[in-house]
């Protein structure tokens, strides 16, 4: 009796509304690979037509996820476009681990935060990138926290139901509830080569001018590689030999194994 009055009442809804409250098939996740095997196992990869967010502390891993998904994007022939906030995008690092400039877009805008937040909205509404990159990692947490929300639901309504991949890359999860995946990256354990090349201070004085002020610290490359560098600012992550990553998946919950590990080498 009552599948009899359900089949008449949608009939009737039918005959008046038309197929509008008919439920449509889900067609199964599109994924992009990450290039890295230990998540693709896992994880499958980035969803298309979601946003996925990459966060953690400086040197947990993000630059080398980065580098790993434009490599397998790119070599794929997939449109990528990096939208770098702080300008800190190595070209060389990018080079040696396979990126395809030609299928790259880089946008550089200078620790302008709202130019980097109109130029993805471009990118997203103008259309044809399978691969779109917001690096926010070097910007401040603080500030990160008071990004308005509308901003992450205009690019979630605007990606759905298309094939592009967009990941954001924080020091701190902000994206929340509009990222269909969250990724929190840890490092657990570093090899930095040369480490018995440490030397104090005192060892190295007597190359500098009896001018210029001291100041007592230790030196992080070989001695043959100190005059090269000189007083310049060097980042320390190109003096890593090799990391594990710890990564866990926040968002979606579903599944036992939620976590995986990879060691990123440098070349």
Known sequence: MNALVKTRIQLQIADRFGHVFEQREKRPLEILPTGVAEID??????????????????????????????????????????????????????????????????????????????????????????????????????????IVSTWWFRFRRAIENTPTVLAVATPVACVRSCAAMALELKCEGSVWPGADAFVAEEQQRALRSKSEPSSPHLWLVASNDRYEIGSSTVNHSHFLQALTVHVNRERPLAGSDRTVRFAPHSP
């Not at 037509?49 to 434009?70: F, N, V």
């Open 41 to 146: 196992q896992v994880l499958d990869g980035f969803p298309r037509g979601a946003i996925t967010e990459i966060h953690g502390t400086a040197s947990c891993g993000r630059t080398s996820l980065l580098l790993s998904a434009l490599a397998a994007a790119s070599s794929s022939e997939e449109t990528c476009a990096l939208v770098d906030c702080s300008n800190t995008f190595d070209l060389s690092s990018a080079a040696d681990a396979g990126v395809s400039f030609d299928c790259l877009l880089w946008v550089r805008c200078n620790n302008n935060l709202e130019r980097a937040f109109k130029a993805v909205d471009l990118l997203l509404h103008g259309g044809g990138f399978g691969f779109i990159f917001l690096n926010l990692a070097d910007m401040p947490a603080k500030t990160l926290r008071r």
